[in-house]
């Protein structure tokens, strides 16, 4: 069965996988702020109703050893389809499922091209936050960075 352009974001896969990743990420004071910001929002009806439970995560020992169950995570997801038939789908770690949904309903609005760069530009402010804290990661790491080096003696 072949998806429509308008449920796969079109040909920008790449982009609406960045999309969906920073939604899952924004906090739900963030996701409100953008639906206030895109306002009037069409209206959303759940293709399921949103809901949270729980997926085993799964590792690999040195990352290609073999697999084993290294525990749970709660997740919170929401499937939704707005007037028009964009439909918008969310995975989030957590149990916030009125996030998800929001999320969801930011995702089907990427996925109409005429607005898309209304949806980047409301998301711009996680972006930046995203950012900055992963430049602070970074520079955190930086600072307890070890310098090895060796002195040759000469000999005596």
């Known amino acids: 069965m072949q998806?429509?352009?308008?449920?796969?974001?079109g040909k920008d896969l790449p982009g609406r996988q960045a999309v969906?990743?920073?939604?899952?990420?924004a906090d739900i004071g963030e996701l409100q702020a953008a639906?206030?910001?895109?306002?009037?929002?069409?209206?959303?009806?759940?293709?399921?109703?949103?809901?949270?439970?729980?997926?085993m995560l799964r590792a690999r020992t040195g990352g290609d050893g073999a697999p084993f169950n290294l525990g749970e995570a709660s997740v919170a997801r929401a499937a939704v389809r707005l007037d028009g038939g964009a439909e918008g789908f969310c995975y989030r770690l957590g149990r916030d499922i009125a996030a998800a949904r929001a999320a969801a309903i930011?995702?089907?609005?990427?996925?109409?091209?005429?607005?898309?760069?209304?949806?980047?530009?409301a998301?711009?402010?996680?972006?930046?936050?995203l950012a900055g804290e992963a430049e602070t990661v970074r520079a955190e790491t930086a600072a307890t960075k070890v310098e090895f080096f060796t002195l040759v003696r000469g000999e005596d």
């Open 3 to 9: 998806s429509s352009p308008q449920s796969s974001g």
């Open 20 to 25: 969906m990743a920073l939604l899952a990420r």
């Open 35 to 55: 639906l206030e910001r895109l306002s009037p929002v069409p209206a959303a009806t759940d293709l399921r109703p949103a809901e949270a439970g729980l997926v």
């Open 106 to 121: 930011l995702d089907a609005l990427w996925q109409d091209p005429a607005r898309r760069p209304g949806v980047e530009g």
């Open 123 to 129: 998301l711009a402010q996680v972006r930046q936050r």
